[in-house]
C-alpha cells in the first residue's frame, strides 16, 4: 500500500471519494467558533476596556501601577504621567504601567 492510498482512504467517504469534502471541515470551523467565543473574544473586549481606561486617566485620579505602587495623578503628558506617591515625592512613569483606575470624586 502506498502513502496516497492510506491517506485516501482515511478520508471521509473513504477511497472510493464519496462524502463532502466541507464534512471534513465542520469539526475545524465548529473548534474556532468555540475558541473565538471562549477564548479571543473575551481577550478583545478587556483589551479594549483597558484601552478606554488608559485614555480616560486625568488628574486626580488615584491609580496603582504593575509594581504595586499608589498614587493620585498630578499631570499627564502624553503617553506619561506624574503621580504623587507621598507628601512631595513625585514619580513619573507611562500609562500602560497603569493596572487600576480609581476615579475622585472631584
Known amino acids: 500500500m502506498t502513502l496516497i492510498n492510506v491517506l485516501a482512504m482515511s478520508m471521509p467517504g473513504g477511497a472510493e471519494g464519496g462524502g463532502s469534502a466541507m464534512a471534513g471541515f465542520i469539526p475545524i470551523i465548529l473548534m474556532f467558533g468555540v475558541f473565538w467565543f471562549l ?15 488608559i485614555a480616560a486617566i486625568k488628574r486626580g485620579d488615584k491609580v496603582v501601577s ?18 504623587t506617591i507621598a507628601e512631595n515625592v513625585k514619580v513619573e512613569m507611562t500609562k500602560s504601567a497603569v493596572t487600576i483606575l480609581e476615579e475622585s470624586a472631584e
Open 66 to 83: 504593575n509594581g504595586g505602587l499608589l498614587g493620585t495623578v498630578r499631570d499627564v503628558k502624553g503617553d506619561r504621567l506624574v503621580v
Open 39 to 53: 477564548i479571543i473574544r473575551p481577550q478583545k473586549k478587556q483589551a479594549d476596556q483597558r484601552k478606554a481606561m
